[in-house]
Each structure stands twice: as C-alpha cells, then as structure tokens.
T-cell receptor, first 113, second 112 residues
Framework: DTEVTQTPKHLVMGMTNKKSLKCEQHMGHRAMYWYKQKAKKPPELMFV???????INESVPSRFSPECPNSSLLNLHLHALQPEDSALYLC????????????FGQGTRLTVV | DAKTTQPPSMDCAEGRAANLPCNHSTISGNEYVYWYRQIHSQGPQYIIHGLKNNETNEMASLIITEDRKSSTLILPHATLRDTAVYYCIVKSRQAAGNKLTFGGGTRVLVKP
C-alpha cells in the first residue's frame, strides 16, 4: 500500500465554520506534512510532523491547527478561515531518512465562502 | 536548500524523448536532486532522485553533470499522460525528513 488518503476531496465552508481535513497512510512513515497550493502556484509547506510531534511550522496562522493523533493519521483543523484560504491542501508522508521520497495524497480542494 | 531554475514551459511530441533541464548552480555536496510531477488537479508524484550518479527507473532517467550544477530529467517515450508540471527540487538533509521546497517547475505539454 503506497497510498496517502485524504478526506474529504472537496469542502465548502463558511467563515464561521469549524471543519477538519484528514490524512491517512499505512506505509510506516514517521514524517508527515501539510502543504497548501493556490491555483497555478507550486505547493507551499505548512507543517511537518516527525514521530507524531510538530517539528516545523512555516509561520502558518493559528486558524490552521494541525494534529497528529498517531503514526498513521494527520489532521488539519480549520476555524474562522478567510476566502483567501481557499486552495488545494495536500498531505504527504515519508520516511525520515535522507534520500527517500515523499508520497502525496490527492488533496482536499477547500473553498471558503 | 539550493534554488533551482527551470524553463517555465516546453512542448514535446508524443513518442519522442522529453529532456527537461534544471539548473542548480549553488548545490552543495550533501544535497539531493529530486524530480516530482503534478498532473492537473492531482497531488505531486515522485519520479526519481539522485545525489551524484545518474539514475534510471521505470519512469525516467536522471542525468547529473559532473560538477552537479545542473541535471536533466529524461522521459524516454513521452505519452499524452505525461502532460504535467515537472518540479526539480534540491533538498538537503533535514532532521525532520523530506521537507520539499517547490519552485516554479516546467509545464510540459505532450502533443500528438
């Protein structure tokens, strides 16, 4: 199984809503990532988890709250988002060792109205 | 991580080899060259990576110059399904694993 599964595939939420994005992998990877991708732009790193602990936060606003409840799951909790937060949110996972590849999910396309 | 420079777009003919260049003149000795591609509306897909030697797998070949300042990704027989944005990424060893910094990439259009 070399898949990273993200749910939901599409999400529309209002600016006062609270929602969560979910990501799951069963490859035994101990590093997991959230990326944000705006239209026609490259993906931008948001967070990195290593051994279920947050190791990198790329100065992401607090309305995005990541969580890694176990080695297979990664969540991104959303609250009070703005329309400009509408984007494709990508989850990825990898082994921690250098010289290994990251596997990406298909993303959640988020629209904030 | 070293920055990369790629042409913004290129066309290639179906069935022909596609050669995608990448310049990474500030690469350091412990940095890998990775290639990913992203087909429209999908997540990025790993293609290949290398450190010093040329590499080949079932998808592509990676040619790294001797001074490591540039590399070329070769898709040996391009198909219409290879139409995608191709990202060349130089990545140093990170304690937290595979932190990838994506540049602008090359938008490749394979034409019949």
């Amino acid at each position: 199984d070399t898949e990273v599964t993200q749910t939901p595939k599409h999400l529309v939420m209002g600016m006062t809503n609270k929602k969560s994005l979910k990501c799951e992998q069963h490859m035994g990877h101990r590093a997991m990532y959230w990326y944000k991708q705006k239209a026609k732009k490259p993906p931008e790193l948001m967070f990195v988890y290593s051994y279920e602990k947050l190791s990198i936060n790329e100065s992401v606003p607090s309305r995005f709250s990541p969580e890694c409840p176990n080695s297979s799951l990664l969540n991104l909790h959303l609250h009070a988002l703005q329309p400009e937060d509408s984007a494709l949110y990508l989850c990825a996972s990898s082994h921690r060792e250098e010289g290994t590849e990251a596997f990406f999910g298909q993303g959640t396309r988020l629209t904030v109205v | 991580d070293a920055k990369t420079t790629q042409p913004p777009s290129m066309d290639c003919a179906e069935g022909r080899a596609a050669n995608l260049p990448c310049n990474h003149s500030t690469i350091s000795g412990n940095e890998y060259v990775y290639w990913y591609r992203q087909i429209h509306s999908q997540g990025p897909q790993y293609i290949i990576h290398g450190l010093k030697n040329n590499e080949t797998n079932e998808m592509a070949s990676l040619i790294i110059t001797e001074d490591r300042k540039s590399s070329t990704l070769i898709l040996p027989h391009a198909t219409l399904r290879d139409t995608a944005v191709y990202y060349c990424i130089v990545k140093s060893r990170q304690a937290a694993g595979n932190k990838l910094t994506f540049g602008g990439g090359t938008r490749v259009l394979v034409k019949p």
